[in-house]
């Protein structure tokens, strides 16, 4: 029965509220289903409950459908590829009635009856029950197309065959002997079902390509399975692993009858076909280039070119078989691009081009057939890949609709598969003869695979399968073009699944921050050769060229990285031009004893952090409520206040009410690093957060050159009023320039519905926008704008998430993500439906928070020490004047600034920003305890070389350095840790929030601690001085420690060149 008018408009008018409360509502949904209906757990994917992906996927498409409700040919070619899903999953019609029962439910649950009205609730019934006979019928029409295969069908594994260091290959035929097989399309997948006895007899299924050409009599069938090194999760890669390390020749699986939206049309009538792909991409583009050279019987005068990347030539599936085709059938031609090659490897046989796959360069090989109007082009590798290799084609005049696309893995990035089918509008050849055409492209997202446990050894069959296999039936072995044979290694593969999930995706005027992935802007396409690498190099390269870069960057802002730049250096060269002369200010001030200056010191640097610890989390959560601009604007007025009264100060106290106010008042320290977070996305966000630290190294010579050199220069009343008022006047100054030209980085939508309305006019009127500015949005999201925490247990606020989001305009499209078969149908393992606090600060946030806690207890410890231990007498001490501890800061803070501009990013490209942290950890706790056995001023020459006090300099320069490069480069790497962690947008500020006051907590004790420390070692002989430094040394290391538990998955940024690293592995086709 179709929907009335009246529940067309009801259910449309929730798609916002669905929006923000969607993830909640899911989770809910999968918690009670699962709980009341346990069987229902046989469908669903472990790893995608377990990581949130399918509660993510559901929401998206609920949203979808309401706000599409008007016009459901809009999700025509989404609803059908769903249904494709759910038929290779075996979904039976009976099961959409319980899955509608415990939906409407979960409604009801987390909005309210209050929201969730009668009139509302009876509209979504009737709007369930349109869409499930929708399904219904679809799947029928599924069913029947494969005759007599119901069902679950049981296979036997009769042969398995190494296809590259890490993918093997299983054939497979059926159990019942009944034959010949189903004839299935080029490029479909199947699915593949085990049971898994440690989860007492669970099934878990995953789809698979088909990896050879249908043909008329089959007896059997191929997979190809990548191996998953890299599983994060105890239910990650269990599927494709057992195939490779307990599935052999005789044991059984189940599979049901091929499906999928992607694969080649006999029928076209294209001269030329493309295929381009990464890694384990290849599989069922294998099956396109059999069936394309099969066509008409064997000869065909198309040409055809498959241009392949790899990370090296152990790594390329079926190598051998693509050159064996190559020389039986002239019209083909391969063009193979490995990024390492090996001793032993040839041209022409183990590769053709060294280097990443470029799209450029494989045009001017003539590989890519531009000029023939009738190419079409088919791609499978990495998401973000294919969406620019896509934007390349179309740069070039590629029409969209000869651009067919397929989508492996589970990680792939939620804004790469949103612009899939919302950006780029991507029509694919979809349908044989009797299936419907035209489809809208806007729809074209397919998800990703399930990736769960597969079969093992010793089932049930296994003796019947090895009776069939004693018979003598045998099986064909692929030819070889006689490269040496590979080590097996294996992995897993997966076909035909929907793109990511659905959100809101909207346009943007200018580039702004995601953590996760940006979509580079059309160029040229570059692959790295890495099934889970999805960036493309801005250079060819080739053997005889050097190594592109490896990856599109998006364009940094340049106007806000330059406004964000004087704000920082100007808040750090203010602060540190205290550290030079406070020791000497301190013991002016009266009734300070001399023996405890180092107590005194230390306490002004701990006011000033326990200060910071009791307000930071509070601008954090402050600028997600009113925005960035005007928290920036206030702390740092607020600042400039505090110096100007710093430099009169007269007592001691008055010291530290000051200390205390510009701790109290500035929430820079949390502001600046989410700002940051907002103004880059993944592939320049390594650039922009070295940046930072650079900017505290310039702080760290302007502040003590300005601090050292101008006390006592006006005032000899005041000596150290002259530093203060320069510091005061550029931090004013930094206040006038933001103030007139930063823009505000967050939207107006972020800021959530349960946001005071005095405080929305607020924020308006703060963030200085115009018209032309408001509707700047993110181009691409590594958040969707779909609320993805829990709306019932926010952080602060009773009855809302403090991160909402709105839906898009009225003229955006919102296509459902087949990201899900997950959609409609996911499997629920233990979704978490606690508060958002347990989604914020999980398993990984923690440890790297804890670890940053220590790092800045260290660093500030290191930092309050050193003048007082520079400027104490001897022996404890070195006797160093101001000036020349200004001095030596200043040259540590150069060097530091040249270590980040040239030095800083090789070293993360090799190890990675967490492996950048952890080095850095390490680092400081070296330094610390090297600090107390440099000279003395009055000291022998080593070697009888220069003075004493050359020696000392060079020593305390070695080890200031190596602190300060350690510092900030450890710096660089946890704040883009810390917010690639981040689970939402919105939340970005208050996670900065929490890490600042972290940061705070250390350095309220840590000048404490070790000014006390030194204080208390100044009578002792012999190295009194060694008791602090090695207390924070040891402390320093123990927090190195730490690093190494932390996970980096889904942490680092994608200019990491991580292509011989672990990574995703999940693949699908």
Not at 375 to 387: F, K, Q, R, S
Not at 791 to 807: F, G, I, W
Not at 845 to 872: D, E, G, H, K, M
Not at 975 to 983: C, G
């Amino acid at each position: 029965m179709a929907l009335t008018s009246e529940q067309v408009a009801l259910v449309k008018s929730t798609a916002p509220l669905l929006a923000q409360h969607g993830k909640a509502i899911t989770t809910t949904f999968y918690q009670r289903m699962l709980s009341a209906r346990p069987e229902l757990n046989n469908i669903f994917s472990l790893r995608h409950q377990h990581e949130g992906a399918q509660q993510a996927a559901l929401a998206s498409a609920v949203v979808a459908y309401a706000a599409h409700i008007d016009n459901l040919q809009r999700l025509a070619g989404a609803i059908d590829r769903i249904a494709q899903r759910h038929a290779s999953l075996m979904v039976q019609p009976e099961q959409y009635a319980v899955i509608g029962e415990f939906l409407v439910a979960a409604f009801a649950e987390v909005l309210g009856d209050e929201v969730l009205t009668p009139a509302i609730a009876d509209a979504w019934v009737a709007a369930y029950n349109q869409l499930a006979d929708i399904f219904i019928q679809r799947e029928r029409e599924l069913y029947d197309e494969m005759g007599d295969w119901r069902g679950w069908r049981a296979f036997c594994v009769v042969h398995k065959e190494i296809e590259a260091e890490d993918i093997v290959s299983l054939y497979l035929r059926p159990v019942d002997g009944r034959l010949p097989l189903p004839r299935f399309r080029p490029g479909q997948y199947v699915s593949a079902r085990i049971s898994i006895p440690e989860l007492d007899g669970l099934f878990q299924s995953r789809q698979f390509s088909l990896s050879t050409a249908p043909r008329e009599g089959m007896d059997l069938y191929r997979v190809s399975v990548k191996r998953e090194d890299n599983t994060t999760t105890a239910v990650a890669g269990l599927v494709s692993n057992r195939l490779h390390d307990d599935f052999d020749e005789g044991d059984e699986l189940e599979l049901s009858a091929p499906r999928g939206e992607f694969f080649w049309d006999e029928k076209s009538g294209v001269s030329a076909v493309v295929l381009l792909s990464i890694g384990v991409g290849a599989t069922p583009l294998m099956s396109i280039l059999q069936s394309v050279v099969d066509d008409n019987g064997g000869s065909t005068n198309r040409a055809v070119s498959w241009v392949h990347g790899a990370r090296h030539s152990d790594a390329v599936c079926f190598g051998d078989d693509i050159r064996a085709i190559a020389v039986r059938h002239a019209n083909v031609r391969p063009l193979i691009f490995v990024k390492t090659v090996h001793d032993g490897d040839e041209p022409g046989r183990d590769y053709d081009i060294e280097g990443r796959l470029s799209l450029d360069r494989a045009a001017g090989e003539g590989a890519l057939h531009l000029d023939d109007d009738a190419t079409n082009y088919y791609l499978c590798g990495p998401a973000e890949w294919m969406v620019q290799t896509r934007a390349w084609l179309g740069e070039k005049g590629v029409e969209s609709k000869r651009v067919h696309m397929e989508l492996f893995s589970v990680g792939e990035h939620e804004s790469v598969a949103i612009a899939l089918s919302y950006s780029f509008r991507l029509v694919r050849l979809r349908f044989w003869p009797g299936r419907r055409r035209g489809e809208d492209p806007t729809d074209d997202d397919e998800d990703d695979e399930d990736d769960g446990p597969v079969v093992i050894n010793g089932s049930p069959n296994t003796e019947r399968c090895s009776r069939q296999m004693a018979r003598g039936e045998t099986v064909p072995r692929r030819p070889s073009a006689g490269a040496a044979s590979r080590t097996l290694s294996s992995g897993s593969f997966h076909a035909g699944a929907p793109i990511l999930t659905l959100a809101d995706f909207r346009r943007a005027s200018s580039y702004r921050y995601q953590t996760f992935p940006a979509m580079t802007p059309p160029a040229e396409a570059h692959a790295s050769d890495d099934d889970g690498d999805a960036s493309g190099s801005s250079t060819d390269s080739s053997s005889a060229g050097g190594s592109p870069p490896p990856h599109e960057q998006t364009p940094l802002p340049v106007r806000q990285l330059l406004l964000l730049a004087f704000l920082s250096l100007a808040e750090q060269t203010a602060l540190n031009s205290i550290s030079p002369y406070l020791p000497r200010m301190v013991a002016s001030m009266p009734g300070i004893p001399p023996g405890q200056i180092g107590l005194y010191v230390g306490t002004l640097a701990s006011a000033f952090a326990l200060a910071q610890l009791s307000t930071n989390f509070l601008w954090g959560y402050a600028s997600d409520l009113v925005g960035r601009k005007p928290v920036l604007l206030a702390g740092t007025a607020s600042l400039a206040g505090c110096f100007a009264l710093f430099g009169l100060c007269e007592h001691y106290w008055h010291i530290v009410v000051v200390h205390v106010a510009m701790g109290l008042l500035n929430g820079n320290a949390a502001c600046v690093p989410t700002v940051l977070g907002e103004i880059t996305d993944r592939s320049n966000q390594s650039k922009a957060f070295t940046y930072l630290p650079v900017i505290y190294s310039l702080g760290g010579i302007t502040g003590p050159a300005l601090g050292g050199l101008l006390v006592g220069r006006v005032s000899s009343s005041h000596p150290y009023l002259a530093p203060n008022v320069c510091a005061a006047v550029l931090l004013a100054l930094s206040v006038v320039v933001v103030a007139l030209w930063f823009q505000e980085t967050l939207e107006d939508d972020d800021l959530g519905p349960w946001k005071p309305q005095v405080l929305h006019r607020l924020s308006s009127w703060l963030r200085f926008k115009t018209s032309s500015r408001a509707g700047a949005s993110s181009w691409s999201s590594r958040w969707p704008h779909a609320q993805t925490t829990n709306q019932r247990r926010p952080l602060l606020s009773p009855d809302s998430s403090p991160s909402s989001s709105s839906a898009a305009d009225e003229d955006d499209v919102n296509s459902p993500s087949p990201c899900n078969q997950a959609a409609l149908f996911s499997k629920a393992s233990t979704p978490a439906n606690g508060p958002t606090w347990r989604d914020l600060l999980n398993h990984t946030t923690l440890l790297l928070l804890t670890t940053y806690l220590v790092f800045q207890l260290s660093n500030i410890s290191f930092n309050s020490l050193f003048p007082i231990f520079a400027a104490a007498p001897a022996p404890t001490g070195r006797e160093l004047a101001p000036d020349n501890i200004g001095v030596s800061l200043s040259f540590a803070g150069l060097a530091t600034i040249l270590f980040q501009a040239f030095l800083y990013q090789p070293l993360k490209a090799n190890t990675g920003s967490l492996g950048a942290y952890r080095l850095s950890l390490l680092g400081i706790a070296v330094s610390m305890v090297l600090m107390p056995w440099v000279g003395y001023l009055d000291d022998e020459p080593l070697l009888g070389i220069g003075t004493g006090r050359l020696w000392l300099y060079t020593q305390l320069g070695f080890v200031l350095v190596l602190k300060n490069i350690c510092a900030v480069g450890g710096l660089s790497s946890v704040m883009l840790l810390i917010t690639n962690s981040a689970p939402s947008h919105a939340s970005l500020g208050t996670l900065n929030g929490v890490a600042q006051t972290l940061s705070a907590l250390g350095r309220s004790f840590g000048p404490f601690v070790s000014g006390g420390l030194f204080s208390l070692s100044i009578d002792v002989r012999p190295k009194g001085e060694a008791l602090a430094w090695s207390v924070f040394g040891g402390l320093a290391l123990v927090g190195w420690i730490g690093s190494l538990f932390i996970c980096g998955d889904g942490l680092e940024s994608e200019d990491w060149d991580s292509e011989d690293k672990p990574g995703d592995d999940s693949g699908h086709v």
